[in-house]
């Protein structure tokens, strides 16, 4: 199983970039994506079932991010649009091999390496 994540760099603040993941190797029940901020602890910014009618946000991203798969090539997407400095953070793809509602961050069994995220005020 192989999850490439990419797409990070360096954004004003009001800006907008797209962060993508291919997952490769299995299918899976679900996947996400995940943000790590300087000094702070690993936190959930959306998730959503293998299908995409299920979709999770953390309320500080709801209305800005976006999560999406395409069903192709099966890439991950998060839209982040009106990107403020406090998005600034490693941005880590996951998958699951089960989904259920309320999904937790313990639950993801595959992880991508991360692509760094940088908002400037």
């Known amino acids: 199983v192989q999850l490439q994540a990419s797409g990070g760099g360096l954004v004003e603040a009001g800006g907008s970039l797209r962060l993508s993941c291919v997952a490769s190797g299995r299918t899976f029940g679900g996947v996400g994506w995940f943000r790590r901020a300087p000094g702070k602890e690993r936190e959930f910014v959306a998730v959503m079932n293998w299908r995409g009618g299920r979709k999770t946000y953390t309320d500080s991203v709801k209305g800005r991010f976006t999560i999406s798969r395409d069903n192709v090539d099966n890439t991950i997407y998060l839209q982040m649009n009106s990107l403020k400095p406090e998005d600034a953070a490693v941005y880590y793809c996951?998958?699951?091999?089960?989904?259920?509602?309320?999904?937790?961050?313990?639950?993801?069994?595959?992880w991508g390496q991360g692509t760094l995220v940088t908002v400037s005020s």
């Open positions: 996951a998958a699951a091999v089960e989904w259920y509602s309320g999904i937790k961050e313990r639950d993801f069994d595959f």
